[in-house]
């Protein structure tokens, strides 16, 4: 069965660090790959997506991910965080030849101090 | 335009009783899923519709748990006979794609 693993449970930045957040995922076949935000009190919103073509997906808000094919990961990147990146962040696969039903990570917490 | 909307926002029921929650979906989107959000399980998916078909019930927790979609519209996800572990937080999202989804705000279950 497929699963997407992320690495950081809890990550605690000051503003202006960089930010990396892993995502693996153990699936063999063709993936569709996303990243979802929920900040507080808000539904989930997606982030960036990737389904084919240039690995390295630029999203909203200054988010990008990298597609890493040989090593099943999906890791998301800002170079500089803000307070207002306070939110829970969860990696998601689909498989392609599916329902396009995902699969999510456990979600990673971001805390940004000001 | 309206996005995903979710009734109730919050329902607290006793163990045993039945319960609806209602998902109106993006207008014109084909497919719509259910998922459950928990604190010991993360975000776990329970049903897949296309149109007013279910081809995927694969997440469905146990069958004290059915789901319906009329009109290619409006779904009702029901929980019979309520249980603790029942307690979660359930997600609706529609596509028009199949692939990009666009989430509700979710319906807050406790049950007492």
């Known amino acids: 069965a497929q699963s997407v693993s992320q690495h950081n449970h809890h990550v605690i930045l000051s503003e202006a660090a960089s930010l990396e957040l892993g995502c693996n995922y153990s699936?063999?076949?063709?993936?569709?790959l996303f990243w979802y935000v929920q900040y507080p009190g808000q539904h989930l919103q997606l982030l960036l997506k990737?389904?084919?073509?240039?690995?390295l997906v630029k999203g909203i808000k200054g988010f990008e991910a990298e597609f890493i094919k040989s090593k099943f990961s999906f890791n998301l990147r800002k170079p500089s965080v803000q307070w207002s990146d306070t939110a829970e962040y969860f990696c998601?696969?689909?498989?392609?030849?599916?329902?396009?039903?995902?699969?999510f990570g456990q979600g990673t917490t971001l805390q940004v101090k000001p | 335009g309206a996005g995903v909307s979710q009734s109730p926002s919050n329902k607290v029921t006793e163990k045993g009783k039945d319960v609806e929650l209602r998902c109106d979906p993006i207008?014109?989107?084909?497919?719509l899923y259910w998922y459950r959000q928990s604190l010991g399980q993360g975000l776990e998916f329970l049903i897949y519709?296309?149109?007013?078909?279910?081809?995927?019930k694969s997440g469905l927790p146990s069958d004290r748990f059915s789901a319906e979609r009329t009109g290619g519209s409006v779904s009702t996800l029901t929980i019979q006979r309520t249980q603790q572990e029942d307690s979660a937080v359930y997600l609706c999202?529609?596509?028009?794609?199949?692939?990009?989804?666009?989430f509700g705000p979710g319906t807050r279950l406790t049950v007492t």
């Open positions: 999202a529609s596509s028009s794609t199949g692939y990009e989804q666009y």
């Open positions: 699936y063999g076949g063709t993936v569709n």
């Open positions: 990737y389904f084919s073509g240039d690995p």
């Open positions: 998601a696969v689909s498989v392609s030849s599916n329902t396009g039903k995902l699969i």
């Open positions: 207008s014109g989107h084909t497919a």
């Open positions: 519709f296309q149109g007013n078909s279910a081809p995927d």
